[in-house]
């Protein structure tokens, strides 16, 4: 049973920068995927950003957000630049420790790759 918990989230201003973090328990190996993905309110929940042996981007946040990981502490963590009122939102990572032999990193945006999912943290503009 794993279990990922998120902390970092805030409340702040349209320009400043927040890290949020994603703490997994329950297994001695680590993920092989984690990805971060947001709900905002009366939106479905999209994809944010993700990492494996690299990383990969949605294009609303590729310049300004940072995805990495501790593997020695199970953390990973989404640095978040440049916050707008758009990236309001409650932020939750996943992680898969399932081997995807994909051509590219792109399948770390889909949803059903992941069988661990945390509780949310959330993110809200106060501008």
């Known amino acids: 049973q794993v279990t990922l918990v998120e902390s970092g989230g805030g409340s702040v201003q349209a320009g400043e920068s927040l890290r949020l973090s994603c703490q997994a328990s329950g297994r001695t190996v680590g993920a092989y995927g984690v990805g971060w993905f947001r709900q905002a309110p009366g939106r479905e929940r999209e994809f944010v950003a993700g990492?494996?042996?690299?990383?990969y981007y949605a294009e609303s946040v590729k310049v300004r957000f940072t995805v990495s990981r501790d593997n020695a502490n199970n953390t990973a963590f989404l640095q978040m630049n440049s916050l707008k009122p758009e990236d309001t939102a409650v932020y939750s990572c996943?992680?898969?420790?399932?081997?995807?032999?994909?051509?590219?990193?792109?399948?770390?945006?889909?949803?059903?790759?992941?069988?661990?999912w945390g509780q949310g943290t959330q993110v809200t503009d106060s501008s």
């Open positions: 990492i494996t042996w690299g990383t």
């Open positions: 996943a992680a898969t420790y399932e081997m995807n032999t994909g051509s590219n990193n792109s399948w770390l945006a889909r949803r059903d790759e992941y069988e661990n």
